[in-house]
């Protein structure tokens, strides 16, 4: 027969249950060697949220050979990501510029290269900037080398991740860990709106000599923490097409009837989305290979089919 206490125990155990359900397992270290990508996500508990490192089991899979008209952006970073993951030193990469023009793809084929020899990526949402140090703290004095990625990262004014991201940058009293370095990719050069107002604070000296006011300083402080700039233009017609060649090419299975009629049909379908980008031209690529595939198996399988008689 139950008492009183064995009740309230019970009562207390059963809701200590449900709280634990709510609550990340934080004895559980991530899997590095069964991911080579994961995300930061936060959690919402009893205690508020937390934060939790998760892994990619499908990451999104794409290699350099794959990135059309960017050379020389595939030599640099390839080159320094080589650096980091050798243990010589490396710069943090900011990559900036049109839309549509390769550069998270970048980073994805940065980390497919060297994922073998120990590099791994953790994806980080800009709300969750202000995880960095946690996230430092986690991967500090692992064997393994680490990107922290950021995509389409820009920052508001008094944007508690920016501070935060300065800190791991450089600037911090503590000492950033050698094994981690940071890629961000963005619209925007400094990672902040640029307004016309903060024209009028600029001074001019007699001798006319230009210095920038306080809130251009403040923005700029920023993005020149990134050792390493990589700036992406808009494709021209013949960049693009080739593009649309090497990704159709890529997903379909059948010969090309008419190549002449699929750049006729490719430059449609840029006009009608307003861009050229290598982004719109993997687009077209996979209606294009999958309508084009649709008829081809139709018609293989018509020969295939026994006449009757």
């Not at 390769?102 to 970048?106: E, F, I, P, T, V």
């Not at 501070?163 to 800190?167: D, F, I, N, P, V």
């Given at each position: 027969m139950f008492t009183k206490v064995d009740k309230v125990l019970h009562r207390v155990e059963t809701l200590l249950e449900r709280v634990e359900r709510h609550l990340p397992d934080a004895d559980a270290a991530p899997d590095w060697d069964a991911f080579i990508a994961f995300r930061?996500?936060?959690q919402q508990t009893v205690f508020g949220n937390r934060g939790r490192l998760v892994g990619v089991a499908?990451?999104?899979v794409i290699t350099f050979e794959d990135l059309k008209d960017i050379d020389d952006q595939k030599q640099?970073?390839?080159a320094n990501t080589r650096q980091f993951v050798m243990g010589l030193t490396a710069n943090n990469v900011l990559l900036t510029g049109a839309r549509g023009t390769?550069?998270?793809?970048?980073v994805k084929a940065a980390l497919q290269r060297f994922a073998k020899e120990g590099l791994r990526l953790i994806e980080v949402d800009r709300a969750d900037m202000v995880d960095l140090p946690e996230i430092a703290d986690l991967v500090a004095g692992r064997r393994e080398r680490f990107?922290?990625?950021s995509d389409d990262l820009s920052f508001e004014a008094n944007d508690p991740g920016y501070?935060?991201?300065?800190?791991v940058l450089d600037g911090g009293i503590a000492a950033t860990s050698d094994n981690l370095l940071i890629y961000a990719t963005s619209n925007r050069r400094h990672l902040m709106?640029?307004?016309m107002s903060e024209n009028l604070e600029t001074k001019h000296t007699p001798d006319g000599e230009i210095h920038p006011g306080e809130t251009t300083e403040e923005k700029i402080s920023l993005s020149e923490r990134f050792g390493l700039w990589l700036s992406f233009y808009p494709f021209g017609q013949e960049e693009y097409l080739q593009i649309v060649d090497h990704w159709v090419?890529?997903?379909s299975s059948t010969r090309l009837a008419s190549v002449d009629a699929m750049h006729k049909a490719a430059l449609l379908w840029s006009l009608e989305r307003g861009s050229r980008s290598g982004r719109v031209a993997f687009q077209f690529a996979r209606d294009w290979a999958g309508q084009h595939g649709t008829a081809a198996a139709r018609r293989t399988a018509i020969k295939k089919t026994p006449r009757r008689r």
């Open positions: 930061w996500r936060r499908h990451p999104h640099r970073i390839e390769g550069k998270s793809s970048l990107i922290v990625f501070k935060a991201l300065k800190s709106p640029e307004k090419s890529a997903l």
